[in-house]
């Protein structure tokens, strides 16, 4: 009779998920997961061909978490790209590991920033086309300039240099869109 198979594909990218969101995806090792999930390498190599391909399945699981954190944030501003900066920052306060995976580390597995950030329900666009709504000349360009100060703010926090509560940080992000509209 054959042996039951007690570790899961789903034990496995799970375990290798929390360990991205504790240390870091490049603490996500052959050896490490393993450990961590009470088993040997081997069920690992029977479900993922490589390290590679269990780093794409957390990257993954990694954007579902974002979307999901986005889709459920308290969003309390009618000014466009406010509710989605106020979304983004507080992930990378809250999930550092997590946001350095999807929106700075380079390791070889993702999908363009813009894309994690749209997600599957068009973020992005919905904020580009909220700012057409109010009277933006040049909703692309706006979005570039509060990206930059939201991905800047987004990053500092990553290093305990943004101490800006987050009424002051969506007090900033107003004024900074307020500004920039008066430029474009």
Known sequence: MARKESITINDILNTG?????????RNVTARKVAAKAGCSTQPIFRVY??????????????SECFEEFY????????????DLGMAYISFAMKYKNLFMLLFVEDVGVGKPLY????GTEGNVIKEINAAKELGCA?????????????HGAACMSLNGDYD?????????????????AANL
């Open 71 to 82: 889709r459920s944030f308290d969003k309390k501003s009618k000014m466009p790209f406010v």
């Open 138 to 150: 040049k909703p692309q360009d706006m979005f570039m300039r509060m990206w930059i100060f939201i």
């Open 49 to 62: 061909k490589n390290m590679e391909e269990l780093w794409t399945a957390v990257y993954g699981k990694a």
């Open 164 to 180: 800006l509560s987050m009424e002051e940080t969506g007090k900033l992000l107003e004024e900074s869109y307020n500004s920039f």
């Open 17 to 25: 998920f929390e360990m991205a969101k504790e240390e870091g995806i």
């Open 115 to 118: 894309e994690v950030l749209n």
